[in-house]
């Protein structure tokens, strides 16, 4: 059974920093693409960030271009996302998803339970 | 940037009758491999979003036959034949075609009446 399971959200001041983890298990990781969904409460689904199944080809939503890194480490079936300066907008539920293929997919087909980041004073 | 935009962006429906909702896009979803680029998902109240539709028509494993997609280019259409309690929730369209970034519709949230 494929699972993706985040963790790392919490409560963090503006221009903090924070780093949340997926762990995939039942698929073979490395043969997917893999991306971060996120959704403010009461709010639709907002495209983060995708990362290759190698690792070596990364992209980003514009409102995250130059703070949030996407990163993954295939011997441990875990992607990352590093989010730095943390603005009142990044608050949000974060989700983990698999891409249909190993570039990127035409559709995602797992997604995680999710986890939350608030961004407050 | 493709712009999807859904409606209506409330439903609410008798168990038993039929529902539909629209998704048109700001530019064609019809890749030159035939498929339209387009996927629906469900959120379910409290959960995280699952796949139903992918490339246009085409339903995930394990969803149930009532529900059906249909379009091409820029205008999509997601039907429930006959729904049912478990269908309630917050449908989003997905485009696929033009990435990054994948683009999401402002979601339609079905209720029960």
């Known amino acids: 059974e494929v699972q993706l399971v985040e963790s790392g959200g919490i409560e963090v001041q503006p221009g903090g920093s924070l780093r949340l983890s997926c762990a995939a298990s039942g698929f073979g990781f490395d043969d997917f693409a893999m991306h971060w969904v996120r959704q403010a409460p009461g709010k639709g689904l907002e495209w983060v960030s995708l990362?290759?199944?190698?690792?070596?080809?990364?992209y980003y939503a514009d409102s995250v271009q130059g703070r949030f890194t996407i990163s993954r480490e295939n011997s441990k079936n875990s992607l990352y996302l590093q989010m730095n300066s943390l603005r009142p907008e990044d608050s949000a539920w974060y989700y983990c998803a698999r891409g249909s293929d190993h570039s990127g997919g035409q559709y995602f087909d797992y997604w995680g339970q999710g986890t939350l980041v608030t961004v407050s004073s | 940037e493709i712009v999807l935009t859904q409606s209506p962006l409330s439903l609410p429906v008798s168990p038993g009758e039929p529902a539909s909702i629209s998704c048109r896009s700001s530019?064609?979803?019809?890749?030159?491999?035939?498929?339209?680029?387009l996927n629906w998902y469900l959120q379910k109240p409290g959960q995280s979003p699952q796949l139903l539709i992918f490339?246009?028509?085409n339903r995930a494993f394990g969803v149930p036959d009532r529900f059906s997609g249909s379009g091409s280019g820029t205008d999509f259409t997601l039907r429930i034949s006959r729904v049912e309690a478990e269908d309630v929730g917050v449908y989003h369209c997905?485009?696929?075609?033009?990435?990054?970034?994948?683009?999401f519709g402002q979601g339609t949230k079905l209720e029960i009446k």
């Open positions: 530019q064609s979803l019809l890749r030159v491999d035939g498929y339209n680029y």
């Open positions: 997905m485009q696929a075609l033009q990435t990054p970034p994948y683009t």
């Open positions: 490339l246009g028509s």
């Open positions: 990362i290759n199944w190698i690792g070596d080809r990364t």
